[in-house]
Nanobody, 124 residues
Framework: QVQLVESGGGLVQAGGSLRLSCAAS????????MAWFRQAPGKEREFVAS????????NYADSVRGRFTISRDGAKSTLYLQMNSLKPEDTTVYYC????WGAGARESHDYDYWGQGTQVTVSS
């Protein structure tokens, strides 16, 4: 059974940084495009960033471009999201997702597997 386990969330002041991690197991990591989404209570899941299975192509939501960086480590089967210059509006639960041979889509329904989420809270 595929498992995606996020970690690294927490409480940080506005302007601060956090790095999220997503450890993948029982899947061939190199075959999966990976992504980060976030979802606030009562709202739809929102695309944050994606990185192709090759690791060569990334895609970002306008709201985070220039502040967040997505990366992956194939040797560790781990996805990362470096979040800098955090804002209170970045507060929500962040999820990682996997899409086999995916094109880095922004739609959540394109992704096959999901983690359980990690809470990020940015205080003003």
């Amino acid at each position: 059974q595929v498992q995606l386990v996020e970690s690294g969330g927490g409480l940080v002041q506005a302007g601060g940084s956090l790095r999220l991690s997503c450890a993948a197991s029982t899947l061939t990591f190199s075959r999966y495009t990976m992504a980060w989404f976030r979802q606030a209570p009562g709202k739809e899941r929102e695309f944050v960033a994606s990185i192709r299975y090759s690791g060569m192509i990334t895609n970002y939501a306008d709201s985070v471009r220039g502040r967040f960086t997505i990366s992956r480590d194939g040797a560790k089967s781990t996805l990362y999201l470096q979040m800098n210059s955090l804002k209170p509006e970045d507060t929500t639960v962040y999820y990682c997702a996997a899409d086999r041979w995916g094109a880095g889509a922004r739609e959540s329904h394109d992704y096959d597997y999901w983690g359980q989420g990690t809470q990020v809270t940015v205080s003003s």
